[in-house]
């Protein structure tokens, strides 16, 4: 979950380390930390975020033009200087940036320490340079070589870069599980978690596979080689994101800048894939695959935290449009239960970044079991797109704030289509219906929009109920899973506790809870349970908990009985999350923004979960 930045050729590399670790920072910022070679190797590391780090390197010498960044999510040891990467090895000839987890690092540092070797960090990684170190001594001097053994003996997941403070010509990176993108440049090479550090310099990019690594040299030569030392020939893809995109635009904070960006990105979503007045869809990946999709027996979606959530409204989608029995299952858990999957299956596995690491492996459970494995992502190149035997991209741009927002609307948009083709293929919705849901869902950016002009009302609220220590989301049927994704944004960004439940379920326990300092939200939008969460709002009013309803604009009833309400525009019942969870993520915002909370980093939270 760390961001890992490098880099060789011409220029000055620190101001390059530094604003790629900037653009990095929402992997992780519980320290930052550079390492330059200019005839010494220089090492500069300092707890905190990459603030910090530009505070102890403010008047220092930095001329050099290779060089290695880190900004860390702490894993092993807290998060302090001494953890801080990057790691020197003992000889001090070698320095190392890390993101993920070396799994048998104890057994390794044990067989270490017998050898001499001392240790002044808590951390995996500095065992893995010393590792990397001792090979290089014992069986051959070419640092490619030694990195290459050493990580055959490795358990766990690593994206790595190696310098040498002996050889200022050459860097090798290497992955497993943990993303690593390499940009090419004129006779210079960028080497960094994700795009975003590169793409001010060069939209020339390798993207690392599983256990492969690569030599960059300064020459502007490179290979690239698996762990089994056979050379592969890379493939120089484009990118398509610009530097615009990575950028605030004007907006005080990512966070926001990314929910006012979701009617542009839900319409960029559909543009190609549907058509309502024709009456049709087409996922490309979806397509390919159609008759084993539409013979499926059952569809499994595989996703973790927010994914979960959209993941949990393709249940509602898919079983309702298409008739076919759904699960959905958390990532983490999956791979670990035994689950029973069959050849006949569907895995439809969810990440915004394409890395989470849960999710990859709840992929490879699947595939062993031979189940189609769709995968629903927004960024190009990434490991489940690889992994996946189709699928479809989100088109959401890059998402930097911590707190999915603009990622969350965009799987749901997915997920409406794949549900929506599935039903036309199998003929279990009407044609007339189709075109409905279709019509709607052009016009959601336009009703989005409509919420967002809202924004300065929900602020009003905010400010009522910014000291409240615990709120209740309540919802029922396609809301209900907007309730959870509501109450995760609240307790991720403000740090207030918060639990979203199915409103009928609150007599079954969190009623208990509800006092005159209580703040309750109902997601009441959907007609077909209107009158049960009329009955629920009741329940809680009774016991003097404070109402905050989300209604369709016009609404009457719920009006007389809440606190407050929040009008939102009214839609097909199937597409109601698109529009009800727009005013939860401005909610949310406000009142992490009155707590005085970092909203875009939220403590202890990084965006990119490629750790276990």
Known sequence: MCGIVGYIGNRDAFPILIKGLKRLEYRGYDSAGVALLNGDLALYKKAGKVSELEKITNGQKLSANIGIGHTRWATHGEPNDNNAHPHISQSGNLAIIHNGIIENYASIK??????????????????LINLIEEVRQKDTPILEDAVRVALNQVVGAYAIVVIDKNNPDQLVAARKGSPLVIGVGDNEFFIASDASPIIEYTKNVVYLDDQEYAVVNRDGSFTVKTLANIKMTPAIQELEMSLEMIEKGGFEHFMLKEIYEQPKVIADCLR??????QGWIKLGGLSEYINRIDNAKRFLISACGTSWHSGLIGEYLIEDLARVPVEVEYASEFRYRNPIINED?????????????DTLAAIGLAKQHRALIYGICNVIGSSIARASHAGSYTHAGPEIGVASTKAFSTQITILTLIALQIAQEKGTISTSKLREILYELENIPKKIEEVLKLDSQIKELAEIYKD???FLYLGRGYNFPVALEGALKLKEISYIHAEGYPAAEMKHGPIALIDEDMPVVFLATNQSAYEKIVSNIQEVKARKGKIIAVVHKGDTEIKKLADHVIEVPETEEVLSPLVSIVPLQLLAYHIAIFRGCNVDQPRNLAKSVTVE
């Open 345 to 357: 299956d569907v895995v439809i596995a969810i990440s915004q970044s394409g890395e989470t690491a």
């Open 468 to 470: 409240a220590h615990n």
């Open 272 to 277: 190609g894939r549907m058509n309502a007045q």
């Open 110 to 127: 044990a067989e270490l320490e017998k050898r001499g070797y001392k240790f002044s960090s808590d951390t995996d990684t500095e065992v």
